[in-house]
């Protein structure tokens, strides 16, 4: 994929160089819920950075910020070293945005919807070219009200791209869709992201922001609790596996001892939630076998035994107690 | 941005064109609506032509008599069909041929039949020699400009007006901002004053067709003159719609959802539905309201059509419906911009 050359509009040199998006000490309080509280952040040019975090944890408002649609109470923003009070009309022609909820004119086409947003921008890519991207092809000609819930996501994803954005903002950009239009999606991201694009999304699947970026952030309670490469996070688990399993009768809960667990060498810890004890684990095939006499030596049977690769989910349980899934 | 099907206004003006022509409820109410109405008030109003009073009588002599009268058509029977005929309504009076002069037989609580009466005697009397004492002459009024709906299709053309920029405006407006549109259009480089310009552009050229059509069916159909000059009566129209639109746009600067902004628009409409003179002059209620009747935008608006088509009264005598017209125009639509809710 080739992008036009962008014009040599004359910008301060800053602007073509260092991070794409910087963000220190923002802070911002709806009626007496904080959303976002005191986050600091650079998102690289060129990088797919994720959000990732539980309903409620602030990322949506983060990124609205992002975006100039929210004033934050307190902190700077800068977009490719502009900031929203001196280059709001710049910075509107250099970014693209999806919204969470948007939703198009059920009676317009693919392309007259296109052709709208189009208008906005001074410089930008063909409708053809954009519809191409987000492969639309099929449908262009096709009203909104007949499109299926990942075709319309889809075309918001190519409203965002039409003015060929310097930065594309994304949230939660899969939300209520199905597996199939799921990954469908995730190739159209992964296809931007290796033409280059600095992207920035926000998710609660665990599984998107691990699949998609480069960086991600994890965010509780409008804070970041964990920030690098996916790998990096759950390396920082402690094992690559997580080994779960679970004591029949209830009496026998009391009597694990997690002393004994954590002692076992290859284990680097423990939790437990809802009965379900959880092992980061470092090498499966010499664990387990240990796993198993030590829960003998105790005078347990587990009834429930499993293993699977860390995941950032695992991430998030280690640093919350709780699970992205159950908010 | 070189061509002009590529302006962003021209992208936006053609969008909402788009989006009206796709709502066939809203071409109903804006193009059909105002005409049905029309017909079916210049069916109920029309003017028909002087009933004929059916009687009877008793002799040949005394029908040949009543029938000289243009108001009566007579029949000749005998007295026991006659009573007969009127007890089951079908004639109104019967002439009863006597000795020495006629009796007349009705019910005098009947109007019509009390009217049968008085005709049925002139006439008698006319033809067994009676003179007019004085001479009269009748001069009867069928004249154009002074039927009922020459006077309800300005009212009519006023309320269509009020409808089709309220709605135009409110309803569109707060669907968009209800479906995150409005929020998604302002995360674009979009010029936010060209998104209700567009309104208004669509709102213009949806006039000319409104009006034409409207008008254009009355003048055929019904003959309704135009005695003022035509070009004033578009300004007044274009006036009429853009301090309604005005108005349409305070209404939905802030509702957030189409429900809210539907009671919002009916509570501002349904005052000047009633007290604005569409159907019956708006000077007929008490005195103690009239100042807030005439300051009402529809009221200035009916005031100014009637004037313009049927008394011919130029611009500067329509000072006044303009003023408060003007006003609806400026002080809506500034409180607006500064309290519109873009997200």
């Known amino acids: 994929m080739t992008r036009p050359s962008l014009d040599p509009s004359p910008l301060p040199k800053d602007a073509l160089n260092g991070p794409a998006l910087s963000l220190s000490g923002l802070r911002k309080a709806f009626a007496d819920v904080v959303a976002v509280d005191g986050i600091d952040l650079d998102v690289q040019r060129g990088e797919c950075f994720g959000l990732l975090g539980p309903n409620g944890a602030g990322k949506t408002t983060t990124i609205e910020i992002c975006e100039g649609l929210t004033i934050p109470d307190a902190g700077i923003v800068s977009l490719l070293g502009l900031s929203w009070q001196t280059s709001a009309a710049d910075l509107r022609q250099r970014i693209g945005v999806q919204l969470q909820e948007t939703q198009f004119p059920e009676k317009l086409t693919i392309e007259e919807i296109l052709r709208l947003f189009r208008s906005f921008f001074q410089r930008g890519i063909s409708i053809e070219e954009t519809i191409r991207m987000a492969q639309l092809e099929e449908k262009r000609r096709a009203r909104v009200g007949t499109l299926s819930g990942g075709q319309k996501q889809r075309l918001a994803m190519a409203c965002a791209l039409v003015g060929d954005p310097d930065l594309l903002f994304l949230d939660e950009p899969t939300t209520g869709l199905d597996p199939q239009a799921r990954r469908h999606l995730w190739d159209l991201v992964d296809q931007l992201r290796s033409a280059g694009r600095t992207i920035i999304l926000t998710t609660h699947y665990m599984d998107e922001a691990e699949h998609l970026c480069d960086r991600v952030a994890i965010m509780d309670h409008g804070k970041i609790i964990a920030l690098g490469t996916p790998q990096q996070l759950i390396a920082s688990v402690g094992g690559d596996h997580v080994v779960e399993f679970a004591i029949g009768a209830d009496p026998g809960k009391d009597m694990v001892d997690a002393r004994l667990l954590t002692a076992i060498p290859g284990v680097r810890a423990h939790r437990v939630d809802a009965g379900l004890h959880q092992l980061s684990v470092v090498e499966l095939h010499t664990t387990v076998p240990r796993i198993f006499s030590t829960l003998a030596e105790m005078g347990l049977k587990p009834s429930e035994f499993r293993t699977h690769s860390a995941t950032l989910e695992d991430v998030f349980v280690g640093l919350t107690g709780r699970n992205l899934r159950d908010e | ?343």
């Open chain 2, 1 to 343: 941005m070189s061509s002009l099907s590529e302006s962003s206004l021209y992208q936006l003006t053609s969008t909402r064109f788009r989006l009206f022509l796709r709502e066939p409820e809203a071409l109903f109410w804006v193009f059909v609506f105002p005409i049905l109405l029309a017909v079916g008030l210049g069916i109920a109003f029309r003017n028909r032509p002087a009933d004929v009073l059916a009687v009877g009588a008793t002799s040949s002599q005394l029908t040949n008599a009543l029938s000289g009268d243009k108001g009566l058509t007579a029949a000749t029977m005998n007295q026991a069909e006659g009573t007969y005929e009127l007890a089951t309504g079908r004639i109104l009076l019967l002439a009863i041929q006597g000795a020495g002069g006629v009796a007349y037989k009705y019910d005098d609580t009947n109007p019509d039949a009390r009217l049968a009466g008085l005709l049925a005697d002139r006439a008698i009397q006319r033809s067994a020699g009676q003179k007019e004492a004085l001479h009269s002459s009748n001069d009867l009024v069928h004249e154009t400009g002074a039927r009922y709906i020459d006077f309800v299709v300005p009212g009519l053309l006023g309320m269509n007006l009020m409808g089709s920029a309220i709605w135009g405006l409110g309803f569109s407006i707060v669907e968009a901002r209800q479906k995150k549109l409005l929020k998604r259009f302002v995360a674009s480089p979009m010029p936010r004053w060209q998104y209700l310009a567009s309104f208004l552009l669509t709102r213009l050229v949806l006039l000319v067709i409104e009006v034409l059509a409207f008008l254009g069916f009355s003048k055929l159909v019904f003959g309704v003159p135009f005695r003022g000059s035509l070009w004033q009566l578009g300004l007044l129209c274009v006036l009429t719609s853009l301090s309604l639109s005005s108005l349409g746009l305070l209404i939905a600067s802030r509702a957030k959802t189409t429900e809210a902004v539907s009671g919002l628009m009916n509570l501002a409409m349904l005052p000047m539905w009633i007290l604005s003179g569409i159907f019956f002059s708006a000077t007929r209620f008490p005195k103690l309201i009239q100042p807030i009747v005439q300051a009402l935008p529809l009221t200035a608006a009916i005031a100014a059509l009637r004037g313009n088509m049927l008394q011919g009264m130029n611009l500067s005598q329509l000072g006044a419906p303009m003023a408060v017209l003007a006003a609806w125009l400026v002080v809506p639509f500034v409180i607006s911009l500064r309290i519109f809710r873009w997200r």
